[in-house]
């Protein structure tokens, strides 16, 4: 396989606006008096609650239980007491079950796993039981369970894990920093999830605009199986397909998934949970995120407990210098707008992010003028005009059969199209019409 990354089809190149928040180190969050932890923090299942409001709790203590393989479980961030069961908003605007935790001020560990201090002589299926036990989840964004994708079946052996640091979505540092601050926990976290699968090693792929940390990891790296690769700037890189034809120049076919082609993708958070969760015996209950945007005082890198508000994180951010036009839970692309700010962080939870007024412009969507930029953008090589079409005249069928269940999402075409149309908004509506059809046919 050659060194020489490949460019995928497609792409565009916004505003990365990182500088805000790059070269801010990780602080870590003081403990607040109380974390509202929603308790689906998985794609899956959600698990099953086992405590109840009155019980004391422990730093680790678990909170919920897996409710199924594709499910992860819950532990809590802190030690106190379960205050509520209840429900607070959710980062697509619906309320969500939580538990509450009133923190004691003691934050003491309950009982942490036992730490595997030699993992390179235990056997793979303890090490992905750990995994799952830690509730371990892709951190990237899709938060699916990690011990899934560790569990190829017979038929679709694995040949090639990828670490993803490309972090290409704009603003967003949270990963930039972790990998160079962290970057032995990531290699070696990488080597463990290398074990798993009966690798030898891995590629970590990182976008060319982070040669510190590119740096950083290949120092980490030497004298190990594990690769740096340096990919090239091009949003969205750190999409999965994109990335894996980048590194490895298979493509992964509509409908199918990446272990279909040999290749398993995790993000270099999840690797570095993967790590603590081994090494150090610890379950997943914080993740690096970055609060940022021009209205904040203070933009940064936080490592923050799950439960926390969000209007918690804008306070240790310094507050804002002026009012806001939007605020998103990740990043401009494909964040997702948030009406509340008492939602609050899950272990996927990436980017804080706050859009100034003279960032926003109100328009309105016109007609299509078939200039083919969404066309020659997609990374996925989709129609996108054509697909907007279909979904205007409610036709879900014919965007169906356009292959729109194969549209990642990234925003691309949205932002391309000259004539403001809301295609990615329309791909995502055409989606659950066309899921929500399948179900009412069983």
């Known amino acids: 396989m050659s060194d020489k990354p490949r460019k995928f089809k497609g792409g565009v190149h916004p505003n990365d606006s990182k500088a805000l928040s790059a070269q801010k180190p990780i602080k870590e969050a003081p403990l607040l008096d109380s974390y509202k932890v929603i308790m689906h923090q998985n ?7 086992v405590v109840k409001k009155g019980d004391a709790v422990k730093k680790g203590s678990l909170l919920a239980k897996a409710g199924g393989f594709v499910s ?46 030699d993992w390179t002589a ?39 894990l990828i670490l993803n640091g490309a972090e290409c979505e704009p603003y967003l540092t949270a990963d930039h920093r972790l990998m160079l601050e962290q970057a032995e926990e990531v290699v070696i976290g990488g080597s463990i999830l290398a074990r798993i699968l009966g690798l030898d090693g891995c590629v970590i792929g990182v976008e060319s605009n982070k040669p510190d940390a590119i740096e950083m990891l290949k120092k ?4 190990t199986s594990v690769r740096v690769q340096d990919l090239p700037v091009n949003y969205p890189q750190g999409a999965e397909k994109q990335l894996i034809y980048a590194i490895t120049g298979r493509e992964v076919p509509v409908g199918a998934l990446p272990m279909d082609i040999g290749c398993v993708v995790q993000n270099v958070a999840s690797a570095a949970a993967v790590y603590d969760a081994v090494v150090k015996g610890l379950p997943s209950i914080e993740r690096i995120t970055t609060v940022t945007g021009k209205p904040l005082v203070d933009p940064g890198n936080w490592k923050f407990r799950i439960g926390t508000p969000i209007s ?24 997702i707008a948030q009406s509340s700010l008492d939602v609050t962080t899950m272990k996927n939870t990436s980017g804080i ?23 020659d953008c997609c990374p996925m090589q989709i129609l996108p005009a054509t697909i907007s079409q279909a979904v205007e005249n409610h036709r879900f069928d014919w965007a169906e059969k356009l292959n729109v269940m194969a549209c990642i999402e990234c925003g691309s075409c949205s932002y391309s199209c000259p004539s403001h149309r809301p295609l990615n908004q329309q791909f995502k509506r055409a989606k659950v019409e066309i899921r929500a059809g399948l179900r009412k046919k069983g």
């Open 43 to 49: 794609i899956g299942a959600p698990p099953d609650l």
């Open 72 to 117: 992860v479980p819950l532990h809590s961030p802190t030690s106190g007491t379960v205050k509520l069961i209840d429900k607070v908003p959710g980062p697509t605007g619906i309320s969500v079950p939580c538990i509450e935790i009133t923190a004691d001020g003691e934050d003491e560990w309950g009982s942490p796993f036992e730490p595997i201090a």
């Open 122 to 160: 235990t056997d793979p299926a303890e090490l992905r039981q750990r995994v799952w036990d830690a509730g371990v989840v892709g951190m990237g964004g899709a938060a699916f369970p990690s011990h899934v994708k560790l569990s190829p079946p017979e038929d679709k052996p694995v040949d090639m």
């Open 220 to 223: 980490a790296a030497a004298g």
């Open 312 to 335: 918690k994180a804008l306070e240790l951010a310094g507050g804002i210098t002026e009012q806001p036009a939007k605020l998103l839970l990740g990043g401009p692309m494909m964040g």
């Open 353 to 375: 992010l706050l859009i100034a007024q003279d960032e926003v412009s109100q328009y309105t969507s016109e007609p299509c003028i078939r200039c083919g930029r969404c066309v």
